[in-house]
């Protein structure tokens, strides 16, 4: 596809479950973040990553939340034993290259609910 | 650290009026800076942007001028239409990083 595809759209999880959500970014980009959406709030940063090395990780929130890139293009996001405050919208940006002046381009993010 | 905040929504105006809302920053660099809004049902769009002092970045009818002596990127546009219904989020990107930060946006909500 021509855009950043995440999945599964929607996630409702029992709280302790783990859960996993995928990013697609566009293809050839080499840059992919994660951010996490709070309802009624921005986007905040969770992790970036360039190419499959994981550059920076100093807005994950917790040793609970884990994210991988292992061959530069696909990413799976991870949070183990899911707490009621992990219900947000998860999004995934790629970008093709470095610095400002590379527009990072969003997916539709991934809604999770933890029961 | 960095923060950016916005005027609180939502802001209800009639079509064809103008539209001013309120950014500010705090940045420990040079930042670029960035408008990006979210139209109902879709992902986040990059509006527009500029990356340094006196820089005015402008789409869509839609224009903000980095003011770095009120460190400020307020977001205009002369005559809104009911298409422009949506909710705008401020952002920057402090120098060196690559992760933006984004204010807690601003929904428009804009009446035939």
């Known amino acids: 596809g021509a855009g950043v595809s995440q999945s599964p759209r929607y996630k409702v999880a029992k709280r302790g479950q783990d859960v996993a959500l995928r990013c697609d970014p566009i293809?050839?980009?080499?840059?992919l973040f994660w951010y996490q959406q709070a309802l009624g709030q921005g986007p905040e940063f969770l992790t970036y990553f360039q190419n499959e090395a994981q550059l920076d990780k100093s807005g994950l929130p917790s040793d609970r939340f884990f994210a991988e890139r292992p061959e530069g293009s696909v990413s799976t996001l991870k949070i183990q034993r899911t707490q009621q405050e992990d219900s947000a919208v998860y999004l995934c940006?790629?970008?093709?290259?470095?610095?400002?002046?590379?527009?990072?381009?969003f997916g539709d993010g991934t809604r999770l609910s933890i029961l | 650290g960095n923060s950016v905040t916005q005027m609180e929504g939502p802001v209800t105006l009639s079509e064809e009026a103008f539209l001013t809302i309120n950014c500010t920053y705090t940045?420990?660099?040079?930042?670029?800076l960035f408008w990006y809004v979210q139209y109902p049902g879709e992902g986040l769009q990059l509006l527009l942007k500029a990356t340094k002092a006196d820089d005015k970045g402008s789409n869509k009818g839609f224009e903000a001028t980095y003011r770095k002596e009120t460190t400020s990127f307020h977001l205009e546009k002369g005559s809104v239409q009911v298409s422009d219904s949506a909710v705008y989020f401020c952002?920057?990107?402090?120098?060196?990083?690559?992760?933006?930060?984004f204010g807690s946006g601003t929904r428009l909500q804009v009446q035939p």
């Open positions: 940006a790629s970008s093709l290259g470095q610095g400002a002046k590379q527009p990072q381009h």
């Open positions: 952002a920057l990107m402090d120098t060196g990083r690559r992760a933006l930060t």
């Open positions: 940045a420990t660099g040079y930042p670029s």
């Open positions: 293809s050839g980009h080499v840059s």
